[in-house]
T-cell receptor
Framework: QKEVEQDPGPLSVPEGAIVSLNCTYS??????FMWYRQYSRKGPELLMY????GNKEDGRFTAQVDKSSKYISLFIRDSQPSDSATYLC?????????FGAGTTVTVRA | DTGVSQDPRHKITKRGQNVTFRCDPI?????LYWYRQTLGQGPEFLTY????????KSRLLSDRFSAERPKGSFSTLEIQRTEQGDSAMYLC??????????FGQGTRLTVV
C-alpha cells in the first residue's frame, strides 16, 4: 500500500463547477500538507500549504485537512478552463515530501 | 527572486552515455531536493541536501547516480551509463528550513 493514495481520475467538469479533490494517507508522522498544480511538461506549482487540521482558503481554493481520518481535500470554486491541469497532493513529516499520483482535471468551456 | 532554475530543460542521450543536470535553488534556501517523475505518477524522492551536506539518498538512487551541492549553492545530478529506464522528468526543489518547497520546471531526460 502506498503512503499517499490519490484517485488519478480523470475528472471533467463544466466551467463554473466546483472541483473536489482528495487524498488519503497512512503515515501518522505527516504534519504538513500541500497541494501542487502541474501543467503538462512543467514543474509542480505550489497552491496551498497547511499544517493543522481544518480549513484554509485562498481565493477560489480551499484546502481541508482531517488528521484524525488521515484525509485531505482541495476544492476549487468557480472553475475555469485555465484550471485544467494535474493536481498533486503532497505531505511530509520532517523534510521529505511524499506525493499522490495526481488527479487530472479538465474544465470544459 | 527568479525561482528554482533547472538546466537543461530537455536532454536526449544515447544509452550508455553520462548526463549531468544542474539546479539553481532560490537564493538563501538552505534545503535542496531532487525528485524523479514518470508519466502518470507523482514525483518520487531521490535525495536531499541541507546546505552542502547530502543527508539522505533514496534506494531509487543506484550507484550510477550521484548528486553534489558544493558550497551549499547550486546542485548537480549526474547519471552514468544511462539506461532506457532512466527516462523521466528530473525535478529540483528548494526550501528555507521546513517551509514550503518550490519546484523548478524540471529536466526531461529521454534515453534512446
Amino acid at each position: 500500500q502506498k503512503e499517499v493514495e490519490q484517485d488519478p481520475g480523470p475528472l471533467s467538469v463544466p466551467e463554473g463547477a466546483i472541483v473536489s479533490l482528495n487524498c488519503t494517507y497512512s503515515n501518522s508522522a505527516f504534519q504538513y500538507f500541500m497541494w501542487y498544480r502541474q501543467y503538462s511538461r512543467k514543474g509542480p506549482e505550489l497552491l496551498m500549504y497547511t499544517y493543522s487540521s481544518g480549513n484554509k482558503e485562498d481565493g477560489r481554493f480551499t484546502a481541508q485537512v482531517d488528521k484524525s481520518s488521515k484525509y485531505i481535500s482541495l476544492f476549487i470554486r468557480d472553475s475555469q478552463p485555465s484550471d485544467s491541469a494535474t493536481y498533486l497532493c503532497a505531505m511530509r513529516g520532517d523534510y521529505k515530501l511524499s506525493f499522490g499520483a495526481g488527479t487530472t482535471v479538465t474544465v470544459r468551456a | 527572486d527568479t525561482g528554482v532554475s533547472q538546466d537543461p530543460r530537455h536532454k536526449i542521450t544515447k544509452r550508455g552515455q553520462n548526463v549531468t543536470f544542474r539546479c539553481d535553488p532560490i537564493s538563501e534556501h538552505n534545503r535542496l531536493y531532487w525528485y524523479r517523475q514518470t508519466l502518470g505518477q507523482g514525483p518520487e524522492f531521490l535525495t536531499y541536501f541541507q546546505n552542502e551536506a547530502q543527508l539522505e539518498k533514496s534506494r531509487l538512487l543506484s550507484d550510477r547516480f550521484s548528486a553534489e551541492r558544493p558550497k551549499g549553492s547550486f546542485s548537480t545530478l549526474e547519471i552514468q551509463r544511462t539506461e532506457q529506464g532512466d527516462s523521466a522528468m528530473y525535478l529540483c526543489a528548494s526550501s528555507y528550513q521546513g517551509a514550503e518547497a518550490f519546484f523548478g520546471q524540471g529536466t526531461r531526460l529521454t534515453v534512446v
